[in-house]
């Protein structure tokens, strides 16, 4: 089907500051428009490329990208919308045996990519949360059968946000790393998945600026404000009951350490939430294997693993190294680990 263009009359830019972007290569939509789609063309004029109700080529959309054209933008009050389609596409997806695996985790990233955007930018609220939860469900579901990480890496380079892309790359590692320990209970996973999306979501009431930093980089008054975004996640989130106070707790002390010396309450070993050290190893994995702004060279999976168990062997208990030896999916891994430390 061609894209029915609607060329955008001379008007106020005030008409269209509310209008959000979404990636061009993350966009997920059926043959029907469900929202109307614009195409930034100057800094206060947009072009409607794509009607609601109108029928379209998603394909052709994308082909926007070889023009340098990186987005299409959304009206703001109907994001949830676009979010609620891009899940129950995903959804859908995922759950054909004849769609191939790398196609269902290029559906599940991209979908993940519009949730955390919609729990990021808008203001969070019961839907927010219902779309993340059946993301984390979906994120479960590919996990169970899929043990790819260079796969999934790969799709989430694809996504624009440094922020989005850590977000959901810490909750599908943490599911890997809680399916590897034999952790599969349904609700185990499910807060799990659920803390690991949004164990940075306190930064969404921080300066932007500071997401983009690397802390040695910070001066102490901007350390001291880092070290709030737990504080600051837990008052976002302690009005909403629908959120379980396990994932709460897990947001609340992934950067709490056995020894006391984490934050933000520097609590020890026995009073920390053990799913949130599993958060916790799978944050400082994605920080170091992941393509981002701060992190231009990325380590494989496996240097990443030597990196970690070099640096933090001793906040973290034996049975979670194992556990990343088997995500690494190498039987000799350990044997090939043993001669690296020789080499050493």
């Given at each position: 089907?061609?894209?029915?263009?609607?060329?955008?009359?001379?008007?106020?830019?005030?008409?269209?500051?509310?209008?959000?972007?979404?990636?061009?290569?993350?966009?997920?939509?059926?043959?029907?428009?469900?929202?109307?789609?614009?195409?930034?063309?100057?800094?206060?004029?947009?072009?409607?490329?794509?009607?609601?109700?109108?029928?379209?080529?998603?394909?052709?959309?994308?082909?926007?990208?070889?023009?340098?054209?990186?987005?299409?933008?959304?009206?703001?009050?109907?994001f949830?919308?676009?979010?609620?389609?891009?899940?129950?596409?995903?959804?859908?997806?995922?759950?054909?045996?004849?769609?191939?695996?790398?196609?269902?985790?290029?559906?599940?990233?991209?979908?993940?990519?519009?949730?955390?955007?919609?729990?990021?930018?808008?203001?969070?609220?019961?839907?927010?949360?219902?779309?993340?939860?059946?993301?984390?469900?979906?994120?479960?579901?590919?996990?169970?059968?899929?043990?790819?990480?260079?796969?999934?890496?790969?799709?989430?380079?694809?996504?624009?946000?440094?922020f989005?892309?850590?977000?959901?790359?810490?909750?599908?590692?943490?599911?890997?790393?809680?399916n590897?320990?034999?952790?599969?209970?349904?609700?185990?996973m499910?807060?799990?998945?659920?803390?690991?999306?949004l164990?940075?979501?306190?930064?969404?009431?921080?300066?932007?600026?500071?997401?983009?930093?690397?802390?040695?980089?910070?001066?102490?008054?901007?350390?001291?404000?880092?070290?709030?975004?737990?504080?600051?996640?837990?008052?976002?989130?302690?009005?909403f009951s629908?959120?379980?106070?396990?994932?709460?707790?897990?947001?609340?002390?992934?950067?709490?350490?056995?020894?006391?010396?984490?934050?933000?309450?520097?609590?020890k070993?026995?009073?920390?939430?053990?799913?949130?050290?599993?958060?916790?190893?799978?944050?400082?994995?994605?920080?170091?294997?992941?393509?981002?702004?701060?992190?231009p060279?990325?380590?494989?999976?496996?240097?990443?693993?030597?990196?970690?168990?070099?640096?933090?062997?001793?906040?973290f208990?034996?049975?979670?190294?194992?556990?990343?030896?088997?995500?690494?999916?190498?039987?000799?891994?350990?044997?090939?680990?043993?001669?690296?430390?020789?080499?050493?």
């Open positions: 089907m061609p894209i029915r263009f609607i060329m955008a009359t001379e008007s106020a830019p005030s008409e269209y500051q509310n209008l959000v972007p979404v990636a061009i290569n993350s966009f997920i939509g059926g043959k029907i428009a469900h929202v109307d789609l614009f195409i930034k063309i100057s800094e206060d004029k947009f072009i409607r490329v794509v009607k609601k109700g109108d029928a379209f080529d998603l394909e052709r959309l994308k082909n926007y990208s070889s023009h340098r054209v990186e987005f299409v933008y959304i009206d703001k009050s109907a949830g919308s676009h979010v609620e389609t891009s899940v129950s596409i995903a959804n859908i997806a995922i759950k054909k045996t004849s769609v191939p695996q790398g196609a269902r985790v290029k559906m599940l990233t991209s979908a993940a990519d519009a949730v955390f955007h919609e729990l990021s930018r808008m203001d969070f609220n019961e839907d927010c949360f219902e779309h993340a939860k059946k993301i984390c469900g979906s994120m479960i579901g590919v996990v169970g059968v899929d043990h790819d990480v260079g796969k999934i890496i790969l799709e989430l380079t694809e996504l624009n946000s440094d989005a892309k850590h977000s959901v790359g810490v909750s599908i590692i943490a599911t890997m790393i809680a590897a320990l034999a952790w599969k209970g349904a609700k185990t499910n807060l799990i998945s659920m803390g690991g999306l164990h940075d979501i306190g930064f969404k009431n921080l300066p932007p600026e500071l997401m983009e930093m690397k802390k040695s980089d910070m001066s102490p008054e901007e350390i001291k404000l880092y070290e709030s975004h737990p504080i600051k996640a837990i008052t976002l989130l302690r009005d629908e959120v379980p106070q396990e994932v709460v707790a897990i947001i609340g002390e992934h950067h709490e350490i056995p020894n006391g010396l984490g934050f933000p309450r520097g609590i070993t026995d009073r920390i939430y053990p799913l949130s050290r599993c958060v916790a190893l799978a944050d400082q994995l994605v920080h170091l294997i992941l393509i981002t702004k701060n992190n060279n990325p380590k494989s999976l496996r240097e990443a693993i030597l990196y970690l168990e070099h640096s933090v062997h001793h906040d208990q034996s049975i979670f190294w194992e556990a990343l030896y088997k995500i690494a999916g190498d039987k000799n891994f350990a044997m090939a680990k043993e001669k690296d430390k020789k080499r050493a």
